[in-house]
């Protein structure tokens, strides 16, 4: 344990573990990050610094600074050098970029998730849907284990591409990308991990399969450009929002390579998160069969046997509350990071310039310090009654203050459509002796995949 310092002018260091003697926790860290935050944070309190080789590393997990790092102080906290995988894939879209940039594309980009614009995705979200249901109906018959997760992240890929770009990427395409993205994640996560990082440029397998996986991302999104191009689209979709904004003071438009970053952002943090979602609810509810038939009944009551619309999402309460858990309990994004710019103070510790500052929802969401039989499925701890007095800093499965996620309110409609449509024709069933693991890369996957099995709905449906 570092032993809390002070010297007569400010305050003491944060405690933690010493770890070894060159590398300080990073073996560790390698080795199951989860299990390494959540011994630290048991062990010296909810400000817990670690330290990986020279670099000071600062895991904040009360609500309160959680709220300071996120809301209070924001701008001391800029994204750390741990984006600079993402950065690589991403360049310099709305998740990268800082400063003035990222606050004028985070203007223009915002009306696309109004409101008023989420109501007309929902039909999109809900159509797509009922083609994979018809896909899965060979599967219900012969009772086929499959992997639910290669198929979220295929769902989800073609809601975010139609709906914020109306394109349509289906059937191989949308296995590649996929086979694409977890190549990507892994690489970035590998270069973050690793303190000599070897140039692209340099041949070593992991970097030429990153670099294939990177030129078939690379292509969807050109192609998408390229196609709008040639044949604009008669929605105002974000693409075109995109296309048409000029620059305030200079009137200049976004350059290709603006478009391309901005695009491969929201095509990439648009699905994967989503997806992740999805297929650990389904695990879940595969485990907890009462929460399960009470969802079924619920979908039974508010729909009645018709397909959901935007309307039906705010009934459709109970269904919210089994999505909230199940990122309360598999939060897709398991960390957020950030550098601090200048020297600060969060519960009374000293946080140092440069140190890297994390927050992490996997944590705060299971610290029985807040939550009761935090281990426990419970969709009924966020009804409004038992969630009344819950800071609304412990619970972040989408960030909060300026950086918060985009896409949240996108993300829950499409997640709760996605379910309520699919509860009215299956349940899934989790295949007994699967492994299931979470798999802390850029979100948390589950990293042997889900096999599931299709089982009829109950009686109630
Ligand atoms: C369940 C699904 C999702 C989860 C859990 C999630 C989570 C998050 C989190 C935690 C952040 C903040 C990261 C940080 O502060 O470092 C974030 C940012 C972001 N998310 Fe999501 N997200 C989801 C879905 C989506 C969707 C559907 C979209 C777009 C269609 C999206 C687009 C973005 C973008 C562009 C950012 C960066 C925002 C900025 O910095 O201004 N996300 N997301």
Not at 79 to 96: A, E, I, P, Q
Not at 260 to 287: C, K, P
């Amino acid at each position: 344990m570092h032993k809390p310092q002070s010297t007569s002018n400010r305050a003491p260091d944060a405690p933690g573990p010493k770890g070894r003697l060159i590398l300080g926790s990073l073996l560790e860290a390698w080795e199951n990050p989860l299990a390494l935050f959540a011994r630290g944070s048991q062990a010296h309190g909810h400000v817990t610094r670690f330290r990986f080789i020279n670099y000071d590393y600062i895991l904040v997990s009360s609500p309160e600074g959680a709220k300071h790092v996120l809301v209070d102080n924001a701008k001391n906290y800029r994204k750390s050098r741990n984006y600079d995988g993402l950065r690589v894939m991403l360049g310099n879209g709305l998740l990268t970029s800082e400063g003035d940039f990222w606050k004028r594309q985070r203007r223009l980009s915002q009306p696309a998730f109004h409101r008023d614009r989420l109501s007309r995705f929902a039909d999109q979200m809900v159509s797509v849907t009922d083609e994979m249901i018809a896909a899965w109906q060979p599967r219900a018959k012969s009772g086929e284990a499959f992997d639910v997760h290669d198929d979220m992240m295929a769902l989800t890929l073609r809601i975010v591409a139609l709906t914020l770009f109306d394109v349509d990427v289906a059937g191989k395409q949308a296995a590649d990308i996929g086979d694409a993205v977890t190549v990507a994640v892994h690489w970035a996560n590998a270069h973050i991990q690793t303190p000599l990082r070897v140039p692209l440029l340099v041949p070593i397998p992991r970097n030429v399969k990153f670099k294939k996986a990177l030129r078939t991302l690379d292509t969807l999104v050109q192609n998408i450009i390229t196609q709008r191009r040639a044949t604009p689209s008669q929605k105002h979709d974000l693409l075109a929002m995109y296309m048409e904004a000029e620059d305030a003071d200079t009137g200049e438009k976004m350059t290709d390579k603006q478009l391309r970053d901005e695009v491969m952002t929201l095509i990439l943090a648009g699905h994967e998160t989503t997806a992740n979602a999805l297929s650990w609810t389904f695990y879940l509810l595969s485990q907890n069969a009462e929460a399960r038939e009470r969802m079924h009944a619920e979908v039974t009551r508010v729909l009645s046997g018709r397909a959901p619309t935007f309307d039906d999402v705010k009934a459709l309460e109970y269904t919210g509350w089994v999505l909230q858990e199940a990122m309360r309990l598999y939060p897709p994004v398991w960390v957020f990071e950030r550098e601090a710019q200048e020297d600060d103070m969060i519960d009374g510790f000293h946080i140092p310039k440069g140190a890297g500052v994390a927050v992490s929802p996997f944590i705060m969401h299971r610290d029985p310090a807040y939550w009761e039989n935090p281990e426990a499925f419970d969709p009924e701890r966020f009804s409004p009654e038992r969630s009344a007095t819950r800071s609304k800093h412990l619970y972040l499965p989408f960030g909060g203050g300026p950086r918060i996620c985009i896409g949240n309110m996108f993300a829950m409609m499409e997640a709760q459509l996605i379910l309520a449509r699919m509860a009215q024709s299956f349940r899934l069933d989790h295949v007994v002796g699967h492994p299931v693991e979470p798999d802390p890369v850029v979100t948390l996957r589950p990293k042997h995949g889900m096999l599931m099995r299709i089982a009829r709905p109950p009686a109630v449906s």
